[in-house]
């Protein structure tokens, strides 16, 4: 299924250019120091590769959906999912978040700088003891007569180090479960945040922070849409979330697939290329098909969900194979380059490691088949 038009097509061949200019040649330097520097915000910013779907009066560029979509894709093609979490953790989860359900105030005052990349937001939702299940959430957000008080802790947060707002989700009634949750905006120069880097297995280039709030004062304007509405605010945005994880995991697909071909048109063993031999040949069939029927059906998807309609289990569906697909594809290419796929001078190690945490993120592959299995076995509507 095609759902790009001509103007999709100039605006990724831009976006391709500017990635491969701009990017491609420092990310190895990137992936080592554990961040990106704060000017390739600014430059993605000029170039109209931020905000695309935020509207022209809060500095974004009121264009459809795919737009994002190819921002996923281009940015899953360089080999650097930290890269690609970092832009996309701004760009469809923190601004998005803004932009939905923000105060008019709120979004004059921070969408334009976020659209010309010259400030970034990280969502900060998980707790360590609060993962999949929101609900359970132990930060705390009590209500005085001039504003909140924050209190409580967060983890695996991208951009959580450097970004210069949080989108953060804390309990405004404690007695209740996901009834009680709100969502706040932070600047990053109030008093009481601290953020520490946290080492990871993949991802290297996107700085995940663990957080501390301790007595964070935040005025009531800082309020995101209406108190105790935060739960249904993250369900509903976490559709968007799962068909944006599936979207990366199979363009990332691709591009392993791609660079493994590559490989194997050069590399000989007994007399011939290794792309000869039957087996290998077999394997190649089987993954370029079950890339190209994910991909047709995540597209099917995001027609769907820029049309409007409900796709929750659809998304859940697409994210839970896509990133299992990206899985098998990332395991079965690098045995293509046999010990050298084991090297870290190899791209296909890095992909190797970064596809693992597709399954985790945005709720694991165990959360997937359970909520898929309420909606179809027990019709529970969300």
């Not at 009481?192 to 007595?215: C, P, R, V």
């Not at 050069?266 to 394997?283: D, T």
């Not at 990206?326 to 010990?339: N, P, Y």
């Not at 359970?370 to 509507?381: F, G, H, P, Q, S």
Request: one cysteine or more.
């Amino acid at each position: 299924m095609n759902i790009f038009r001509e103007e999709h097509h100039l605006f990724r061949t831009a976006l391709r250019d500017f990635l491969q200019r701009e990017v491609v040649p420092y990310i190895d330097d990137w992936e080592s120091e554990g961040q990106i520097p704060r000017s390739i915000w600014s430059k993605f910013g000029n170039m109209g590769f931020l905000g695309t779907t935020i509207a022209p009066k809060y500095g974004g560029s009121g264009l459809d959906f795919p737009y994002q979509v190819i921002l996923t894709e281009e940015t899953s093609k360089i080999n650097s999912g930290g890269f690609s979490a970092a832009v996309v953790g701004h760009d469809a989860l923190a601004m998005v978040y803004l932009n939905k359900f923000g105060s008019t105030r709120l979004k004059e005052q921070f969408l334009p700088a976020s659209c010309m990349g010259q400030s970034f937001g990280c969502l900060a939702v998980t707790e360590p003891h609060a993962g999949s299940d929101v609900a359970s959430i132990r930060t705390s957000a009590k209500k005085t007569a001039q504003g909140y008080v924050i209190n409580g802790s967060k983890t695996f947060i991208t951009n959580g180090v450097l970004s210069d707002y949080l989108i953060v989700a804390a309990k405004t009634d404690l007695d209740q479960q996901s009834a009680g949750i709100s969502l706040f905006l932070l600047n990053r120069t109030i008093p009481g945040i601290q953020a520490s880097a946290l080492n990871k297995l993949g991802w290297k280039a996107s700085d995940t922070a663990e957080l501390s709030f301790q007595d964070v004062f935040i005025p009531h304007e800082h309020l995101i849409g209406e108190e105790n509405m935060g739960f249904y605010y993250i369900m509903q945005n976490f559709a968007l979330e799962r068909l944006i994880l599936a979207i990366g995991a199979i363009a990332a697909s691709q591009y392993a697939l791609e660079y493994s071909l590559q490989y194997m048109s050069q590399r000989k063993a007994f007399g011939r290329s290794i792309n000869k031999f039957q087996v290998l040949r077999h394997r190649i069939a089987q993954l370029a098909s079950q890339i190209e029927l994910q991909k047709t059906y995540n597209y099917t998807i995001c027609k769907a969900f820029d049309d409007g309609h409900n796709v929750v289990q659809q998304c859940a569906m697409a994210k839970l194979m896509s990133t299992e697909l990206s899985d098998k594809v990332m395991t079965e290419c690098l045995q293509f380059f046999g010990g050298y796929g084991y090297m870290e001078d190899y791209k296909i190690a890095r992909m190797f490691r970064d596809s693992r945490l597709g399954t985790i993120g945005g709720g694991t592959s165990e959360i997937m088949r359970e909520l898929i299995a309420k909606m179809v076995i027990d019709k529970v509507k969300y």
